[in-house]
């Protein structure tokens, strides 16, 4: 059964100060990992998709990371906008084009 | 581009009652989802459409819950009768097709249900 894990469950951060967060996963061949971003009462919100191991993608102050067995967000100089839940999901490389989430990392950056 | 739009945006019922949810996808976009997300969690797939077809429906409680998608176009999920652990987040979203290829799902607003 996949399997989405992500860490930590909350993490606040001072204006400025960079940190990772994580997502490891377990399916049966991954066929895309996906980054997204949730703002309280909205609905996800589209970040990034990785295919392969060693693959990054950046976008302004962050930059997503894959490995075989997890991803890494992570964030360079956060202001307090960047503050949301981040999701990672995954998608499994047989069957329909189902997203299988994690919990999500609640980010808070204070002024 | 227009996003993904859901309504309503709020619904408070009570147990047993009943409730419907409308989505109208991105235009174009031939793959409709509903997820439901309950507090704290990640959103868990119900059923999945391709055009007016069901792709996937193997987590949709079938006994109360149902959906359509008449037309390939606009979806509506109802729940019949409801019950408390039902409160949640329903979500849609839309990608532009299920294929070998892999696309991005772009999610609606939402909406919350409460059930008393």
């Known amino acids: 059964e996949d399997q989405v894990t992500q860490s930590p469950e909350a993490l606040r951060l001072q204006e400025g100060e960079s940190s990772s967060l994580n997502c490891s996963y377990t399916?049966?061949?991954?066929?895309?990992l996906f980054w997204y971003r949730q703002d309280p009462g909205k609905g996800p919100e589209f970040l990034f998709t990785?295919?392969?191991a060693g693959e990054e993608k950046e976008k302004e102050r962050l930059k997503a990371t894959l490995t075989k067995k997890e991803s890494f967000l992570h964030i360079t100089a956060p202001k307090p906008e960047d503050s949301a839940t981040y999701l990672c999901?995954?998608?499994?490389?047989?069957?329909?084009?189902?997203?299988?989430f994690g919990t999500g990392t609640r980010l808070t950056v204070i002024p | 581009e227009a996003g993904v739009a859901q309504s309503p945006r709020y619904k408070i019922i009570e147990k047993r009652q009943s409730v419907a949810f409308w989505c109208n996808p991105i235009?174009?976009?031939?793959?409709l989802y509903w997820y439901q997300q309950i507090l704290g969690q990640g959103p868990k797939l119900l059923i999945q459409?391709?055009?007016?077809?069901?792709?996937?429906d193997s987590q949709l409680p079938k006994d109360r819950f149902s959906a359509e998608r008449l037309k390939g176009v606009d979806s509506t999920l109802k729940i019949q009768p409801a019950k408390l652990e039902d409160s949640a987040v329903y979500l849609c979203?839309?990608?532009?097709?299920?294929?070998?290829?892999?696309?991005?799902?772009?999610f609606g607003p939402g909406t919350r249900l409460t059930v008393t």
């Open positions: 235009s174009g976009h031939a793959t």
């Open positions: 399916v049966s061949g991954l066929r895309g």
């Open positions: 459409f391709q055009n007016n077809g069901v792709v996937d």
């Open positions: 990785l295919y392969s």
């Open positions: 999901a995954v998608q499994e490389g047989t069957g329909a084009n189902n997203l299988f």
């Open positions: 979203a839309s990608s532009l097709r299920v294929g070998t290829g892999t696309y991005e799902q772009y």
